[in-house]
């Protein structure tokens, strides 16, 4: 007697359920991904096609290619071609299409076109979790994360890569000229020719590549940023933390609530100019009058948390080291106490810095204090090699050192952050996969993240409430 469990046999007649609804169990997720495309307003967001044209073949309504898409995205099938397949042998996708199959062009079509609305649904089922209370506690960490483009290292031209990519050909050039009058010395015989015609074809490609490369570099030069991508034109060479790597791709932006891990993204160039702009997108989304948020030093500019004070954002995050000062064994600036009430800074000698004089740079307006007890202090050899140790100080320095007061408060502040925000972006790169985005230029790849962030929002709210009390929670 076989003692393995067996299979059926191929050739047995088998009925499936006759209702759709019956091939679906009630806690499926694909029935949350229903309800909530069927709970939206996709004329108001923005969709394409969602009147039908008085003439013509009928094309498919917005709905089920929206459902296809974020049913794709949860379940890491973003390949246009790979989502067709799914329509038509997926269960799950035949019952949310009612066994609709486009084609993987109107599929790769309707994201192509129906961009900022994508990116509207996304910002949809975030105030959808605000709604739904998962979005209560005004308190966010933020950061930046590189994201690989559909662009190669090979072909993104920096000034630096053109030279050494000149230097490269010309030293092969050199290399092969060398063989060919080497050749020339010798007796001529048939295996001398052909490789003196294999050493000739080798220059004129050469000669072919170092006209490209010239080409390239005038492109490179004339671009504002001096930088420029051959198969995705709006990626850009990005350093990343480990040492003497890069990727060429885009820098994604992230809000993530301290408590449930629920973000908005947006895509842009640089950290250092997002923190403002990020935090108030969070205000605005969490519809709160005050707001906490805590980044990391790569965010740290004056002018930054400025505009964040204003915005009653209270930011919290670590001050970068740039001057050098501690690495070659002397004070800082943070050695240096400031008085406010006297107006003064006291060194680590206890002597005061008064207030000196006031100059302008660029559009900051800074203050200089020193004193005149530089000469006779034993701590001089620490401190500077100058006359007098000058102290300078913004007008608007105390929004940093509130900044800084907070990170004191809480030593754990940037552990949280860490905690917070850097899961949910290991958690995207492992469901993009190796290649990251599929999609080219800003607006497409802005969208396709929108999907993805979508994807992972939906998620949480699963596992958080549960995909009976979130399809309820939709349909309220």
């Known amino acids: 007697m076989n003692r393995f469990i067996e299979g059926a046999d191929r050739a047995q007649s088998t009925l499936l359920p006759?209702?759709?609804?019956?091939?679906?169990?009630?806690?499926?997720?694909?029935?949350a991904v229903d309800a909530f495309v069927e709970a939206l307003d996709l004329a108001e967001l923005g969709f394409k096609d969602v009147e039908p044209a008085a003439t013509g073949r009928p094309g498919y309504h917005p709905a089920p290619l929206l459902k296809l898409y974020i049913y794709g995205y949860l379940n890491r099938i973003q390949s246009s071609r790979r989502l067709e397949r799914e329509a038509r042998r997926n269960l799950e996708v035949i019952w949310l299409l009612q066994r609709l199959s486009p084609d993987d062009k109107t599929i790769a079509d309707f994201r192509r076109d129906n961009?900022?609305?994508?990116?509207?649904?996304?910002?949809?089922?975030?105030?959808?979790?605000?709604?739904?209370g998962l979005l209560t506690k005004a308190s966010v960490a933020i950061d930046g994360s590189k994201f690989k483009a559909v662009n190669t290292r090979d072909k993104n031209f920096t000034k630096g890569k053109v030279e050494r990519r000149r230097q490269q050909l010309e030293e092969s050039v050199s290399r092969y000229l060398a063989q060919l009058d080497t050749a020339d010395l010798q007796e001529p015989s048939e295996t001398l020719a052909a490789k003196t015609a294999h050493l000739k074809e080798k220059l004129t490609k050469l000669a072919s590549e170092m006209q490209k490369l010239e080409a390239c570099e005038q492109a490179?030069?004339?671009?504002?940023?001096?930088?420029?991508?051959?198969?995705?034109?709006?990626?850009?060479?990005?350093?990343?933390?480990?040492?003497?790597?890069?990727?060429?791709?885009?820098?994604?932006?992230?809000?993530?609530?301290?408590?449930h891990h629920l973000h908005e993204v947006t895509n842009s160039g640089s950290d250092r100019a997002q923190l403002a702009n990020m935090g108030k997108q969070a205000k605005a989304v969490l519809g709160v009058d005050k707001?906490?948020?805590?980044?990391d030093r790569g965010y740290y500019?004056?002018?930054?948390?400025?505009?964040?004070?204003?915005?009653?954002?209270?930011?919290?995050?670590?001050?970068?080291?740039?001057?050098?000062?501690?690495?070659?064994?002397?004070?800082?600036?943070?050695?240096?106490?400031?008085?406010?009430?006297?107006?003064?800074?006291?060194?680590?000698?206890?002597?005061?810095?008064a207030y000196w004089l006031t100059t302008v740079d660029g559009e900051r307006t800074i203050r200089r204090y020193a004193t005149k007890a530089c000469g006779s202090c034993p701590l001089k050899a620490r401190c500077t090699t100058a006359k007098n140790r000058v102290i300078s100080r913004w007008?608007?320095?105390?929004?940093?050192?509130?900044?800084?007061?907070?990170?004191?408060?809480?030593?754990?502040?940037?552990?949280?952050?860490?905690e917070t925000v850097e899961h949910p972006f290991g958690t995207l790169k492992m469901r993009m996969g190796a290649t990251h985005f599929l999609t080219k230029r800003l607006p497409k790849v802005a969208a396709e993240m929108a999907l993805h962030v979508l994807a992972y929002?939906?998620?949480?709210?699963?596992?958080?409430?549960g995909v009976g009390a979130l399809i309820a929670a939709m349909q309220a």
């Open 18 to 31: 006759e209702c759709l609804d019956d091939w679906v169990e009630e806690s499926n997720p694909v029935r």
């Open 115 to 132: 961009g900022p609305a994508i990116k509207k649904v996304c910002a949809k089922f975030v105030e959808l979790c605000r709604q739904m």
């Open 220 to 259: 490179m030069l004339a671009s504002p940023d001096q930088q420029i991508s051959l198969t995705d034109p709006d990626s850009r060479s990005m350093a990343t933390s480990g040492r003497g790597s890069g990727v060429v791709g885009y820098n994604v932006q992230v809000v993530v609530d301290t408590e």
């Open 291 to 295: 707001l906490e948020a805590v980044a």
């Open 301 to 353: 500019t004056g002018e930054e948390i400025k505009a964040c004070a204003d915005a009653d954002i209270a930011v919290t995050l670590p001050k970068p080291n740039t001057t050098g000062m501690e690495a070659k064994g002397k004070f800082g600036k943070h050695d240096f106490a400031y008085l406010a009430k006297q107006d003064v800074y006291r060194c680590p000698a206890g002597q005061l810095l």
């Open 395 to 418: 007008e608007h320095e105390h929004v940093m050192e509130d900044a800084q007061r907070r990170l004191d408060a809480d030593p754990q502040a940037m552990r949280r952050r860490r």
């Open 457 to 465: 929002n939906l998620t949480r709210a699963m596992n958080i409430m």
